[in-house]
T-cell receptor
Framework: AQSVTQLGSHVSVSEGALVLLRCNYS??????LFWYVQYPNQGLQLLLK??????LVKGINGFEAEFKKSETSFHLTKPSAHMSDAAEYFC????????????FGTGTRLAVRP | NAGVTQTPKFQVLKTGQSMTLQCAQDMNHNSMYWYRQDPGMGLRLIYY???????DKGEVPNGYNVSRLNKREFSLRLESAAPSQTSVYFC??????????????FGPGTRLLVL
């Protein structure tokens, strides 16, 4: 079975500081990996995804993530946090044999301090 | 192009009542999904439909039924609501073509409170 673990349910950073949100996956086969963002009272939208092309993936709003097979990780980073980045972030995994079904992590709520 | 729409946005039910959550997409997607979101638990898949005419159970199907009415519409029914079904429900859709890895597009959610 595949799963994802997000370390830290709450992360707080200062505006302008580095954002690092952690995601580790377990999968018996090469996975597809996703980061979704959820702003208050909204649905989820895709930030970026890894589908076995380049291991460093760039997404919207200045976010990027690096797929590291040796560490089974897909951590999300942004060099400089903005107030507008405050939201909940979900890591998710799927695999080819399961179509596009996603398994989500439990989420990390990012707070940005002025 | 409205994307994924859900109705209603908010609903209050009494224990034992029934209701149907509606979802529609206008992106000609093949696959549709129903999730529930609870604090600290992320999103959990209730049911999905890989294509028109097929439906399958997800991680937490008990107490729910679904209907893929046509390619556009996928409804979720609670036959006898329970307080444990208080949650935020999201519908999503994706094109779903080999080799997969497609983006899922989400609706705005339905907030359900069961008293």
């Amino acid at each position: 079975a595949q799963s994802v673990t997000q370390l830290g349910s709450h992360v707080s950073v200062s505006e302008g500081a580095l954002v690092l949100l952690r995601c580790n996956y377990s999968s018996s086969v090469p996975p597809y990996l996703f980061w979704y963002v959820q702003y208050p009272n909204q649905g989820l939208q895709l930030l970026l995804k890894y589908t076995s092309a380049a291991t460093l993936v760039k997404g919207i709003n200045g976010f990027e993530a690096e797929f590291k097979k040796s560490e089974t990780s897909f951590h999300l980073t942004k060099p400089s946090a903005h107030m507008s980045d405050a939201a909940e972030y979900f890591c998710a995994v799927s695999k080819k044999s399961s179509g596009d079904k996603l398994t989500f992590g439990t989420g990390t709520r990012l707070a940005v301090r002025p | 192009n409205a994307g994924v729409t859900q109705t209603p946005k908010f609903q209050v039910l009494k224990t034992g009542q029934s209701m149907t959550l509606q979802c529609a997409q206008d992106m000609n997607h093949n696959s549709m999904y129903w999730y529930r979101q609870d604090p600290g638990m992320g999103l959990r898949l209730i049911y999905y439909s890989a294509s028109e005419g097929t439906t399958d159970k997800g991680e937490v199907p008990n107490g729910y039924n679904v209907s893929r009415l046509n390619k556009r519409e996928f409804s979720l029914r609670l036959e006898s609501a329970a307080p444990s079904q208080t949650s935020v429900y999201f519908c999503a859709s994706t094109l779903s073509l080999l080799p997969y890895g497609e983006t899922q597009y989400f609706g705005p959610g339905t907030r359900l409170l069961v008293l």
